[in-house]
């Protein structure tokens, strides 16, 4: 691999290693340290590559020369040093005999409890997401940016209260005793379910699919799953529902970039590897008593799996929707329930259905519609795709409306 490919990839993949393993060596106190002398260390290797060609072992450089500069930072460094964590001093009698484990288990310890320390309740939903992005997943402030539909200077600031907060708190980053998993798994939940989110449909990029955020929420959520103190139901439900959604990647969009309907998917492009894993994950998640919307949700999805219609299918998916909208209501959920009857009951009452919701600042909401109404009154139909462009903010959604417009006019 080029060097103007190696690092950029390997900053993807080690930066947020070794600054997890940093911040929990060092504590909350020190994350910008931390991030200082990962980020000093792409510099070096940036420099020396450029000169002496890529090593042969890439990341095994990179983890050397971190725990040099991490050493030599303590020596230089007395203020650090009389700063440095209590758990820290007392492990080691000097700077020298400092440990910097970058061992897979000490890297995996670090990052799950990095992740329960990132997703603490004093700080806001948006504060955990960035967080996560920047210290979990390696992103860069520009990333973030655009992931929230924002600037550099909002993001910057953001990060800089949250670990503000976060110090201020007090909070100690170390493996969650039961009590924490118990109070904060929620939370990491909520945050790595918006994370994946905001990937499988992203308005960012100007793009319906964001794969690097759906596999960085995968990826965490795994962590959760190898540790037996959260390998609990709710996280391999959600899991589930992350792999049967990421099978249907390479279907959702074409080749011009465009988003593809559900019902137009060339199924042979699901990944039935991703179908099989969802189906394992919602197995080890079926103990227990406790349903979540986890639960609900990836029941709907491996229901996606089933390309041909019938019966079963969208009754079994319909009284998912009834059972999660009962759980925790959501208009979207409202919206997608009423699709669902469309394929159970018939269009006619789904519209009935969907024109209580008044989602009117929602695309999706006029395109649900507009879908109903085609064959039942076209004309009505091609107002509520109308206005679905109007409100439609990614280009590629602004695609797909405008081919449903074009094939009414055809038959109008």
Same mark, same amino acid.
């Given at each position: 691999?080029?060097?103007?490919?190696?690092?950029?990839?390997?900053?993807?993949?080690?930066? =947020?290693?070794?600054?997890?393993?940093?911040?929990?060596?060092?504590?909350?106190?020190?994350?910008?340290?931390?991030?200082?002398?990962?980020?000093?260390?792409?510099?070096?290797?940036?420099?020396?590559?450029?000169?002496?060609?890529?090593?042969?072992?890439?990341?095994?450089?990179?983890?050397?020369?971190?725990?040099?500069?991490?050493?030599?930072?303590?020596?230089?460094?007395?203020?650090?040093?009389?700063?440095?964590?209590?758990?820290?001093?007392?492990?080691?009698?000097?700077?020298?005999?400092?440990?910097?484990?970058?061992?897979?288990?000490?890297?995996?310890?670090?990052?799950?409890?990095?992740?329960?320390?990132?997703?603490?309740?004093?700080?806001?939903?948006?504060?955990?997401?960035?967080?996560?992005?920047?210290?979990?997943?390696?992103?860069?402030?520009?990333?973030?940016?655009?992931?929230?539909?924002?600037?550099?200077?909002?993001?910057?600031?953001?990060?800089?209260?949250?670990?503000?907060?976060?110090?201020?708190?007090?909070?100690?980053?170390?493996?969650?005793?039961?009590?924490?998993?118990?109070? =904060?798994?929620?939370?990491?939940?909520?945050?790595?379910?918006?994370?994946?989110?905001?990937?499988?449909?992203?308005?960012?990029?100007?793009?319906?699919?964001?794969?690097?955020?759906?596999?960085?929420?995968?990826?965490?959520?795994?962590?959760?799953?190898?540790?037996?103190?959260?390998?609990?139901?709710?996280?391999?439900?959600?899991?589930?529902?992350?792999?049967?959604?990421?099978? =249907?990647?390479?279907? =959702?969009?074409?080749?011009?970039?465009?988003?593809?309907?559900?019902?137009?998917?060339?199924?042979?492009?699901?990944?039935?590897?991703?179908?099989?894993?969802?189906?394992?994950?919602?197995?080890?998640?079926?103990?227990?008593?406790?349903?979540?919307?986890?639960?609900?949700?990836?029941?709907?999805?491996?229901?996606?799996?089933?390309?041909?219609?019938?019966?079963?299918?969208?009754?079994?998916?319909?009284?998912?929707?009834?059972?999660?909208?009962?759980?925790?209501?959501?208009?979207?959920?409202?919206?997608?329930?009423?699709?669902?009857?469309?394929?159970?009951?018939?269009?006619?009452?789904?519209?009935?259905?969907?024109?209580?919701?008044?989602?009117?600042?929602?695309?999706?909401?006029?395109?649900?519609?507009?879908?109903?109404?085609?064959?039942?009154?076209?004309?009505?139909?091609?107002?509520?795709?109308?206005?679905?462009?109007?409100?439609?903010?990614?280009?590629?959604?602004?695609?797909?409306?405008?081919?449903?417009?074009?094939?009414?006019?055809?038959?109008?």
């Amino acid at each position: 691999m080029e060097q103007q490919e190696l690092i950029p990839n390997l900053f993807r993949t080690e930066y =947020r290693k070794i600054v997890s393993v940093l911040c929990y060596l060092f504590g909350m106190d020190h994350i910008e340290t931390a991030e200082d002398i990962v980020s000093d260390t792409f510099l070096a290797a940036t420099e020396s590559w450029s000169v002496n060609g890529n090593p042969e072992n890439p990341t095994a450089w990179l983890y050397t020369v971190a725990k040099n500069k991490t050493k030599n930072y303590l020596k230089r460094n007395t203020l650090f040093e009389q700063k440095l964590s209590k758990e820290i001093q007392l492990n080691t009698s000097s700077t020298e005999e400092i440990e910097i484990d970058l061992s897979v288990k000490n890297i995996n310890d670090s990052q799950l409890a990095m992740i329960f320390a990132v997703c603490e309740s004093s700080i806001s939903t948006e504060s955990q997401i960035a967080l996560a992005l920047n210290l979990l997943c390696g992103f860069g402030i520009q990333e973030i940016a655009d992931a929230f539909l924002t600037n550099k200077e909002v993001i910057y600031k953001r990060l800089n209260r949250a670990k503000e907060k976060l110090r201020k708190e007090k909070l100690k980053i170390q493996q969650p005793t039961l009590s924490q998993i118990e109070d =904060r798994l929620p939370t990491v939940l909520t945050t790595l379910y918006l994370l994946f989110s905001e990937g499988y449909y992203s308005v960012s990029h100007d793009t319906v699919l964001r794969k690097n955020l759906c596999f960085e929420a995968m990826r965490l959520t795994i962590l959760l799953i190898d540790n037996e103190k959260t390998n609990l139901p709710d996280v391999n439900a959600l899991h589930a529902l992350m792999c049967f959604h990421s099978s =249907r990647f390479e279907a =959702r969009v074409n080749e011009n970039g465009e988003s593809v309907l559900y019902h137009q998917q060339n199924e042979m492009l699901w990944d039935q590897k991703l179908i099989d894993d969802g189906i394992h994950y919602l197995n080890q998640a079926s103990t227990g008593n406790n349903v979540t919307k986890y639960h609900l949700e990836a029941g709907i999805a491996f229901w996606h799996t089933k390309k041909e219609d019938t019966v079963e299918k969208w009754e079994s998916i319909l009284q998912l929707y009834n059972q999660l909208l009962q759980l925790e209501y959501s208009p979207i959920a409202a919206l997608n329930r009423t699709f669902a009857l469309s394929k159970a009951n018939g269009k006619k009452e789904a519209i009935e259905e969907a024109e209580k919701l008044q989602l009117v600042d929602n695309h999706f909401y006029y395109s649900l519609l507009g879908n109903l109404y085609t064959d039942i009154d076209n004309h009505k139909a091609l107002s509520q795709f109308e206005l679905a462009l109007e409100l439609a903010t990614t280009a590629a959604d602004k695609k797909t409306i405008s081919n449903a417009i074009q094939k009414l006019q055809d038959l109008l």
